[in-house]
């Protein structure tokens, strides 16, 4: 059937699942299924975006220089040291490019973010997965499955799509006890929903081995975009960015981004409404008879009595317009993960579980 072989691996990646966007025959549909920011855009990112129209025809700078000043400015770190890319999807498959092939191993945990396994397929690489206990990253199961053909470790911290964090006592655990030929990818797309958390970029300084990525697709409603970031050993930059196509970002996406950076009071804003809402929401599922874990990020993860129960659910909130994901491709199917939305949609999505427990189907 494959009548021209691609390379080893690459036939074994599964398609990522977007989250979905319509529901046939209905206008009034309220879209939670991908993280997405619901006060959308900051309105100082929005005119910067606007502006741009007017430069089109130039092709971009290549050394990103002015976002990642912006961004070194706002976080108090080394620009040089700060490489841009594609969302922070592309910098996840820079990584797997650049440090794993065929023989290594990449590892990931149970309920980790899709990309590992799909970049380190896309390499050539052997994607390994560990347990988690609880839902959570475990320090002790990733250290157990590393071997001598560990080149990567790929953790979200706060993880998507359980919501759960592991402390920075946790997390320099990790980097302290891995072999310093291993890179730990710390994957901090949700650092900004946790007030005062550096997403680890302490570690970063004190090990040329670790990595924080970052994105402008969450908190700064830019999923559209397409821009994301890491900050790394200048060894590590050197080696990314010798794989990193030089106009990988346009120029709008690099001056949006930059003015997004610099508009701290919108992420500031956003944040203290998410940690409202998002506690609101795990009370009134938890209440409504489906446990759902306090969340350190933008979604909230209940769980059903099974598979049959979350699917019977999503259904259901299907018909009343709420559009939330499934999750059985993350080992979670008696679980949906839902996006804390604006106030009148958490009201929504809570008041219909609830309708759903209480047997209206
Ligand atoms: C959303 C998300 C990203 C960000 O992806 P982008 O390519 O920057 O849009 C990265 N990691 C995790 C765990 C995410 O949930």
């Not at 080696?239 to 196509?245: E, G």
């Not at 306090?294 to 019977?312: G, I, K, S």
């Not at 008696?334 to 189907?361: M, N, P, Q, S, Y």
Request: negative net charge.
């Amino acid at each position: 059937m494959t009548r021209i072989p691609p390379q080893p691996g690459i036939l074994e990646i599964a398609l990522y699942q977007g989250g979905q966007s319509k529901i046939e025959g209905m206008s009034d549909v309220v879209k939670l299924s991908s993280n997405e920011n619901p006060f959308g855009t900051s309105e100082k990112t929005k005119a910067a975006f606007s502006r741009c129209v007017h430069s089109l025809h130039r092709y971009p700078s290549t050394d990103h220089a002015e976002l990642r000043a912006a961004i070194g400015e706002q976080h108090d770190l080394d620009p040089e040291r700060v490489i841009c890319g594609v969302g922070s999807d592309e910098i996840i498959a820079f990584l797997c490019q650049a440090y794993a092939g065929p023989g290594d191993e990449v590892i990931h945990t149970r309920h980790g973010f899709a990309m590992y396994r799909i970049s380190a397929l896309a390499a050539g690489a052997t994607p390994v997965e560990v347990d988690e206990v609880e839902r959570t990253v475990d320090v002790d199961a990733i250290l157990a499955g590393v071997t001598d053909r560990t080149r990567i470790v790929f953790l979200a911290n706060p993880g998507n799509p359980t919501g759960t964090m592991i402390p920075e006592a946790e997390t320099r655990r990790l980097a302290e006890n891995l072999p310093d030929r291993v890179v730990l990818v710390l994957d901090a797309a949700y650092a900004e929903y946790v007030e005062g958390f550096d997403g680890g970029r302490a570690l970063v300084d004190r090990h040329h081995n670790v990595v924080m990525t970052r994105t402008f697709s969450k908190i700064y409603g830019l999923g559209g975009l397409r821009v994301g970031w890491a900050f790394a050993a200048p060894e590590v930059i050197g080696v990314l960015n010798r794989v990193r196509s030089p106009f990988n970002l346009g120029q709008a996406q690099l001056e949006t981004a930059e003015a997004a950076v610099r508009d701290q009071a919108f992420v500031t804003r956003c944040r203290a409404e998410n940690t409202r809402l998002a506690a609101w929401l795990a009370g009134a599922l938890t209440e409504a008879g489906v446990p759902t874990d306090p969340t350190f990020a933008n979604f909230v993860l209940p769980r059903f009595a099974d598979a049959a129960e979350a699917e019977a659910c999503d259904a259901y909130l299907k018909s009343q317009g709420l559009i939330v994901r499934r999750v059985g491709g993350y080992k979670l199917p008696h679980a949906l993960r839902i996006t804390v939305g604006d106030e009148a949609a958490c009201r929504r999505v809570a008041h219909a579980v609830r309708a759903f427990k209480e047997g209206a189907r």
